[in-house]
T-cell receptor, first 113, second 113 residues
Framework: QKEVEQNSGPLSVPEGAIASLNCTYSDRGSQSFFWYRQYSGKSPELIMFIYSNGDKEDGRFTAQLNKASQYVSLLIRDSQPSDSATYLC?????????????FGKGTKLTVNP | NAGVTQTPKFQVLKTGQSMTLQCAQDMNHNSMYWYRQDPGMGLRLIYYSASEGTTDKGEVPNGYNVSRLNKREFSLRLESAAPSQTSVYFCASLDWGIVGELFFGEGSRLTVL
């Protein structure tokens, strides 16, 4: 089982809709969870991070974490065409100076005007 | 601010040739990483260095070697390139102190013929 799994895409939503991106992870010891956005031909950029169970909101973005279910999600409200990108879930694995970030395969989101 | 600088940005090799990808960061981060990205595969960790003087294998280390030359520089070497190593390579450094955010270079696109 891959350490980080994302829901298969691609995902297509109309402008103004809510886009929901999901991710599961296998390491119960993981404490830090990240969502990166990657535009085509560009480097990934961090858009959200979450450490505690529950919801974390930042503008139109909400990250949700459920450690018991080993599940993290990203909701994008009022989706815009500029949100069209690949979204990568990343999870911190390891400890004691050997921490590393493991990424899922990514979900490609297209927001249609 | 340079951030993370990778060279070269593009390279074409023939099977069996060797090359080194260079990476330098100017943010005084302890941890540095090399990922490769293939279509539909997300980011896969090749090697990482949690601190100066240490290196560890990631998910796909075969065919690669690394050197953490000093705190700033982390190089990736392909001793005998194979077509399966055709990919986009990203170097990243990590700030664990505040968020745990990965800062990426612009990527190096390598083609092995």
């Amino acid at each position: 089982q891959k350490e980080v799994e994302q829901n298969s895409g691609p995902l297509s939503v109309p402008e103004g809709a809510i886009a929901s991106l999901n991710c599961t992870y296998s390491d119960r010891g993981s404490q830090s969870f990240f969502w990166y956005r990657q535009y085509s031909g560009k480097s990934p950029e961090l858009i959200m991070f979450i450490y505690s169970n529950g919801d974390k909101e930042d503008g139109r973005f909400t990250a949700q974490l459920n450690k018991a279910s080993q599940y993290v999600s990203l909701l994008i409200r009022d989706s815009q065409p500029s949100d069209s990108a690949t979204y990568l879930c990343a999870v911190n694995v390891g400890w004691g100076g050997s921490e590393k970030l493991v990424f899922g395969k990514g979900t490609k989101l297209t927001v249609n005007p | 601010n340079a951030g993370v600088t990778q060279t070269p940005k593009f390279q074409v090799l023939k099977t069996g040739q060797s090359m080194t990808l260079q990476c330098a960061q100017d943010m005084n981060h302890n941890s540095m990483y090399w990922y490769r990205q293939d279509p539909g595969m997300g980011l896969r960790l090749i090697y990482y260095s949690a601190s100066e003087g240490t290196t560890d294998k990631g998910e796909v280390p075969n065919g690669y070697n690394v050197s953490r030359l000093n705190k700033r520089e982390f190089s990736l070497r392909l001793e005998s390139a194979a077509p399966s190593q055709t990919s986009v390579y990203f170097c990243a450094s990590l700030d664990w102190g505040i968020v745990g955010e990965l800062f990426f270079g612009e990527g190096s696109r390598l083609t092995v013929l």
